[in-house]
């Protein structure tokens, strides 16, 4: 446990002391309350729009364990669980993945494990994808790589393209491009991958107080700047192009008091509709907005009974009236040591609009 925690939290409700976590390497399980001078690392980092990871190291001197799992030509892609928490209360599974790499260091050997997503990057496709829009495309993706979906939480009229072209890109790549097309955020949790809406600021699932429940990274992760100033923020976005027959095709986004316009000229729209220009230029502002706060704290994990996410609100108090606040997850990493366990939250939230 970092050891600024450790004594703030002193002269209150103590802090668990028990970390614990078990990794399931293919059919092998590693315990690190059994296999204590085994494990030396465990790590899961989640995120959204990007593949999220988990690495697992074990003290290996001789090589031993590595060579368990050499097959000649490598390592195989085994389907791999972490399992995060204090005690033996360690709920289901943090993180499922596929073992994509492995790393040696001087003493340790590290397995390093890719969401489920990973199937959908291996193999490169060129094809047509006929009368579906948007969230059917990526939907078909999902199923054939054997990933469950889940769309939009709201409902959407999107166009159908009459015929969409992959052209020699992996399904994640256009899953990407079509879901970043449509205004919506892309990511993979055990067997799923989400198509879902911008997050937003809700009710916050915990609440962190400075010095109490958290210590801040580097003294000085806390940041406020105008948004204005940088040209990722846009204020309103306008597309436009043209029709076939040289008309021409306009749609607008809603507006944001503060930031730029920025306005962009494409004359091979996928669909020549009025209301697919307006769902981009929409899309195009709310996946490109630039936080006017951010914040990078170190917290003991709330395990298991909450599990922050990317996404999720956290509120932080005590951090002064200007970055005391709700904010959006953007990453949430937890690691765990013989010793220590802790997790590590990259915030965000915007100014009002």
């Known amino acids: 446990m970092p050891s600024g925690i450790t004594n703030i939290l002193a002269g209150r409700t103590a802090p668990p002391r028990n970390p614990h976590a078990i990794v399931i390497l293919g059919g092998d399980r590693y315990d690190s309350f059994v296999d204590k001078q085994l494990i030396t690392r465990v790590e899961v980092e989640l995120a959204s729009d990007m593949s999220c990871e988990a690495s697992f190291s074990v003290f290996d001197p001789r ?12 390592v195989p892609q085994l389907v791999c669980l ?4 204090f005690g033996n209360d360690l709920g289901p599974p943090v993180f499922k993945g596929l073992l994509a790499r492995v790393e040696r260091g001087d003493t340790d050997s590290t397995f390093v494990v890719y969401d489920m997503g990973y199937k959908m990057r291996t193999k490169l496709n060129a094809e047509y994808h006929k009368k579906l829009n948007d969230v059917e495309i990526v939907k078909k993706l999902a199923v054939r790589n054997g990933l ?16 969409m072209i992959q052209d020699s890109k992996n399904d994640w790549e256009h899953s990407i491009e079509r879901a970043r097309e449509a205004g ?4 993979v949790r055990q067997d799923t991958l989400f198509m879902k809406e911008p997050a937003k600021i809700k009710s916050p699932l915990l609440r962190l107080q400075n010095r109490i429940d958290f210590w801040t990274l580097h003294n000085f992760s806390l940041t406020y700047k105008l ?4 040209q990722s923020r846009p204020k309103e976005v306008e597309h436009r192009a043209r029709k076939r027959g040289g008309r ?12 730029h316009r920025p306005v962009e000229f494409r004359r091979d729209p996928s669909i020549h509709t009025p209301s697919y220009m307006k769902r981009r230029a929409q899309g195009h502002k709310d996946l490109q907005r630039e936080p006017a706060f951010t914040c990078t704290i170190r917290s003991i994990p709330p395990l ?9 609100t956290i509120e932080i108090q005590n951090v002064g009236r ?3 606040g709700p904010y959006l997850c953007d990453k949430v990493k937890h690691t765990l040591t013989g010793s220590e366990f802790y997790t590590d939250y990259t915030l965000y939230r915007d100014i009002a609009r």
């Open 63 to 74: 090589f031993e364990f590595l060579d368990k799992y050499n097959q000649g030509d490598g």
């Open 82 to 85: 972490f399992y995060l928490g």
């Open 148 to 163: 469950l979906f889940e769309g939009p939480d709201e409902e959407a009229n999107l166009d159908k393209h009459n015929s």
């Open 184 to 187: 919506y955020n892309l990511y």
């Open 227 to 230: 948004p204005e100033n940088q």
């Open 248 to 259: 021409r095709l306009t749609g607008k986004s809603d507006q944001h008091s503060r930031g």
């Open 304 to 312: 298991p009974g909450v599990r922050p996410d990317a996404r999720d």
């Open 322 to 324: 200007l970055f005391s």
